[in-house]
């Protein structure tokens, strides 16, 4: 499920690089509103801008709907508490460009010359992480298909009763608290030390003693994780991070952020087994599924006005 989001809205074409370029200069776009989806506005220029990405990627779409569409997903997700810093956007925008074997100001120019804007495609992928972790969230929640103790049964028996195993994580999560008030003045600073304690990090046993003396932070022990239970945002650097070791830190909507690696193991157990035939289960069509029904579900309730 988290695999398939991610990948599906990140799907640029690596030779809409050298579509774009061709294009000289960007088209000016008029901002009148168009629609106004429960109190927010969406402009014709907001519009223009999806079209000319749609056309970037090669794909066919009606750019209005999906500029609702995006309105009603971003809306859902901060009901929901989801916030989706602009570190987090900078980061993946910079990935993006990895990615595509390009230097961020290429890509910046790819998106200006191509009439996307780079403010735009950063909204998009603000977009498309929070609704990741939003839809993320349902599908745990039971709606994209659970599976009950018998369909795990039934799997292990057409395995020729084979149990699945996963790696079970000790973790340990360390905060470095920036007030959202002090977060335009503090938030570098904090973030240089959070460096500094991961740098040293050896171990969850003395995270503690090296947080004394610290102003605001917070160490909390999470216990043992399954891998399919970790958190979105930080799966793939757990699972890339060593015993002993600590992920890079992160800002987040907290301050600054890593996840200590107290110890992991294989486990095989009729929980597990659970978990994982449940993860296996959430295929590209499942997850398509699921977004368009919980999308449905969000339009029918909106107040939707077309100008």
Same mark, same amino acid.
């Given at each position: 499920?988290?695999?398939?989001?991610?990948?599906?809205?990140?799907?640029?074409?690596?030779?809409?690089?050298?579509?774009?370029?061709?294009?000289?200069?960007?088209?000016?776009?008029?901002?009148?509103?168009? &629609?106004?989806?429960? !109190?927010?506005?969406?402009?014709?220029?907001?519009?223009?801008?999806? +079209?000319?990405?749609?056309?970037?990627?090669?794909?066919?779409?009606?750019?209005?709907?999906?500029?609702?569409?995006?309105?009603?997903?971003?809306?859902?997700?901060?009901?929901?508490?989801?916030?989706?810093?602009?570190?987090? @956007?900078?980061?993946?925008?910079? #990935?993006?460009?990895? $990615?595509?074997?390009?230097?961020?100001?290429?890509?910046? =120019?790819?998106?200006?010359?191509?009439?996307?804007?780079?403010?735009?495609?950063?909204?998009?992928?603000?977009?498309?992480?929070?609704w990741?972790?939003?839809?993320?969230?349902? &599908?745990?929640?039971?709606e994209?298909?659970?599976?009950?103790?018998?369909?795990?049964?039934?799997?292990?028996?057409?395995k =020729?009763?084979?149990?699945?195993?996963? %790696?079970? &994580?000790?973790?340990?999560?360390?905060?470095?608290? @920036?007030?959202?008030?002090?977060?335009?003045?503090?938030?570098?600073?904090?973030?240089?030390?959070?460096?500094?304690?991961?740098?040293?990090?050896?171990?969850?046993?003395?995270?503690?003693?090296?947080?004394?003396?610290?102003?605001?932070v917070?160490?909390?022990?999470?216990?043992?994780?399954l891998?399919?239970?970790?958190?979105?945002?930080? +799966?793939?650097?757990?699972?890339?991070?060593?015993?002993? =070791?600590?992920?890079?830190?992160?800002?987040?909507? #907290?301050?600054?952020?890593?996840?200590?690696?107290?110890?992991?193991?294989? @486990?095989? !157990?009729?929980?597990?087994?659970? %978990?994982?035939?449940?993860?296996?289960?959430? $295929? !590209?069509?499942?997850?398509?599924?699921?977004?368009?029904?919980y999308?449905d579900?969000?339009?029918?309730?909106?107040?939707? @006005?077309?100008r």
């Open positions: 499920m988290r695999k398939y989001l991610f990948s599906a809205g990140f799907a640029l074409l690596v030779a809409a690089t050298s579509v774009s370029m061709t294009v000289m200069t960007p088209p000016a776009f008029a901002s009148e509103i168009k &629609y106004v989806v429960n !109190d927010i506005p969406i402009t014709t220029g907001d519009i223009a801008h999806r +079209a000319a990405f749609l056309k970037l990627q090669r794909k066919k779409g009606d750019a209005g709907q999906e500029m609702i569409d995006q309105t009603l997903r971003l809306a859902e997700a901060r009901r929901l508490g989801i916030r989706i810093s602009d570190a987090q @956007v900078e980061a993946a925008y910079q #990935r993006f460009a990895a $990615n595509n074997k390009m230097q961020r100001g290429q890509l910046d =120019g790819v998106m200006e010359k191509s009439g996307v804007g780079k403010d735009h495609f950063k909204e998009f992928i603000r977009a498309q992480m929070a990741n972790q939003a839809l993320s969230a349902r &599908y745990r929640s039971g994209g298909g659970s599976v009950t103790e018998q369909d795990a049964v039934r799997r292990m028996l057409d =020729g009763g084979a149990k699945p195993s996963a %790696m079970e &994580y000790m973790l340990q999560q360390v905060i470095f608290v @920036v007030p959202a008030a002090e977060r335009s003045a503090t938030l570098a600073k904090r973030k240089r030390e959070a460096d500094a304690m991961r740098a040293r990090f050896n171990g969850c046993n003395t995270t503690r003693e090296f947080a004394k003396g610290l102003i605001d917070t160490v909390r022990d999470l216990g043992r994780v891998a399919p239970q970790l958190p979105p945002d930080w +799966a793939e650097q757990i699972k890339a991070t060593k015993v002993g =070791g600590a992920t890079v830190t992160r800002e987040t909507e #907290r301050g600054v952020e890593f996840i200590g690696i107290c110890s992991s193991r294989e @486990v095989s !157990d009729d929980k597990t087994a659970q %978990m994982v035939f449940q993860s296996e289960g959430s $295929n !590209d069509k499942a997850a398509d599924d699921l977004s368009k029904k999308v579900e969000l339009k029918a309730k909106a107040r939707i @006005v077309k």
